[in-house]
């Protein structure tokens, strides 16, 4: 960590700006392409991860009893998941897919360290094999520090793979709720 100044911060974002200029030159064509269509890629599923997942906390917070939760639609990543996890935890309509909805919860909590390396870094540098060097910001309080984790280019393809896969059952448990809903509708009404 280390303390703001702003003669050091205007030199730390020179140096960004030198770095960002001097690597995409000497990248391969090609294996640049791919790379950002590979962020792209990661990028476009985890919007509809998040997409499935504010539709399926709307169910539960206006149709299943989540106002008990909380009054609002949660905005933040962090809040979406807490929402959904504390909402399978406590809500009697979700009895029935508690350990399911924990599951989901804890494997998008999972991915999303991995999603934000990828989306919220840059690769500040890359090597022969293509790996890249994701380096992105790490927040402690007001301190700033930033964090390197190597990401090859099968690594990014698993990440999509797994943002997709974690889509896919989270649309399923949506729709099985949605399912359940209708039918006590329909009993009830």
Known sequence: ?????????????????????????????????????????????WAKLERAMDLCNRLILHKLGGKAIQADMPVSL???????KKAHGRLSA???????????????????????DCIHGYAASVESDGTRIMRRTVYDGDQIDSQNTPYSPDQMLGLFEDISRITSILVRHCDRLIDALEKAQDRDG
């Open 1 to 45: 960590m280390w303390p703001f100044n702003h003669f050091d911060h205007r030199r730390r974002l020179d140096v960004i700006e030198s770095r960002i200029s001097g690597i995409l030159p000497h990248l391969d064509p090609k294996s640049n392409h791919m790379h950002m269509a590979r962020i792209g890629a990661i990028t476009i599923a």
């Open 78 to 84: 962090k809040a979406k998941i807490d929402f959904f």
């Open 94 to 116: 979700l009895a029935s897919v508690k350990r399911r909805g924990a599951t989901i919860a804890a494997e998008i909590k999972r991915l999303k360290e991995r999603r934000h």
